[in-house]
């Protein structure tokens, strides 16, 4: 198009050239007699054809800088080519994705139904004013929720409520075009992974429900380590921190709804699982808990990206050496970010792998490659049915039919990856305590390495096989317990 330009305005000039040149030499001298005439006074033709020469060229070359200029400054519509060309260089956002500065788009992907219907999650590039937020904010009739800084990847969302009844996906299409967006997402939905819960009237040391002790030889471990002082997050629903089975194990919490909920069974469970010290043994029950609410007491017990980006923000912010995530949903960009931010300064971060099934596509967070997902066995070393496969699954823990704890000192039996990703959390605190120095893949690697194989399916039905805790400590060179003779070890 720019060449078909330049060549029309070139003839326009030459056209123009010749016109003018052939009227300067009809009315005076001609150039090629020119170089023959000799030097002095120019006569009155002389003067029409230097003039006529003159203009000529000048216009000529004025109409073919023009036809250049012109198109170079370019009349692009908005969201145009140039705008494409400032995402692809990394402009905006730092490395965000949908405008994300990598050309792709934050549009949920087809079918896609995991998120708030009338909520969009939006980055806005560095430097922006207030003013052009406002503008963008009246030029798409949004509405703001509230906003949160990230130092964790040194930017601010910003949650807006849609009106009318457009959906966020054209929402979001339309406003990643604008230059001052760095990204725009849904506000996702994630569950928590837990199923088959039945409420029980008691616990009793070496109950046969808390098999998961033998399994990961809890008993040796803890005269090597117990989690002392090692600070494990929780995003999850509301525990119970009156439960007499871990009091005192919760030393912060945080509220990332921004609303009082009551204590809720999930929580309560996972923060059992981790660091119970009284009916009931946790894998760690000297870590410090950090407790975060991301997650309602609906029955469904949802959380969105926004409550979890709050949480893991919070929780690398105190300090968390490991981050439990027993829940799972769609992949998350900004997410990503985060745990990817997280995982630099050498946080551990385990997830449940799913309760999808077999044949479900990966979930998040755990099929990230920040991540330790973490799948669920019976006491038999059986798969859980119900339990998300995939290569993303990195090892196996006990997840079902497990005696945990519940609001109001009871008690229930949970099953699920949720309660599988508590136990590997515990496992993590007591590596982390033998040796604070461990960056997040050489966790990965211990429990991998000492893991006992299953033999079920390859490693995308339990990844390395089920994990020992204590199997994990002498692989770090803790001396063994009591003669042991390594009966679990693979």
Known sequence: MRNHLINRHRAIGILISGVLLSAAMAGGISPSAAQDRPSGPMDHGGIIGGIGAGLAIGIGGALLQQAITSHDSGDRPPGGSKKAAVRSSGGGGGGASAGGGNGRSG???????RFVADEIIVEFVPGVSAQTI???????????????????????????????????????????NERAVASAQPNYIFALQEQNVAPTATADAGDPAQYVLSKLQINEAHQLATGKNVVVALIDSQIDAQHPDFAGAMVKSFDALGQSTPPHKHGTAIAGAITAHGKLLGIAPGAQLLAICA???????KGTSSAIYKGLQWAVDNNARVVNMSFAGPLDPDLRRLLAAAYAKDVVLVAAAGNAGPNAPPLYPAADVSVIAVT?????????KMASRGDYVAMAAPGVDILAASPEASYQQTTGTSIAAAHASGAVALLLERKQT???????AVLTKSAKPLGIGGHAEAGAGLINAYQALLALGGPAVGGDDGGERR
């Open 295 to 301: 997650f309602d007491d609906s029955a469904e017990a």
């Open 107 to 113: 549009v949920p992907p087809r079918g896609e139904q």
């Open 376 to 384: 669920a066995t019976d006491s038999d070393d059986a798969m859980f």
């Open 134 to 176: 406002d503008q963008i904010a009246r030029r798409y009739n949004l509405t703001l929720l509230d906003s949160q800084s990230l130092p964790l990847i040194a930017t601010a969302l910003y949650r807006w409520r849609i009106a009318g009844r457009r959906s966020a996906a054209d929402v979001i299409g339309a406003i990643e």
């Open 438 to 444: 461990l960056k997040p893949k050489d966790v990965r």
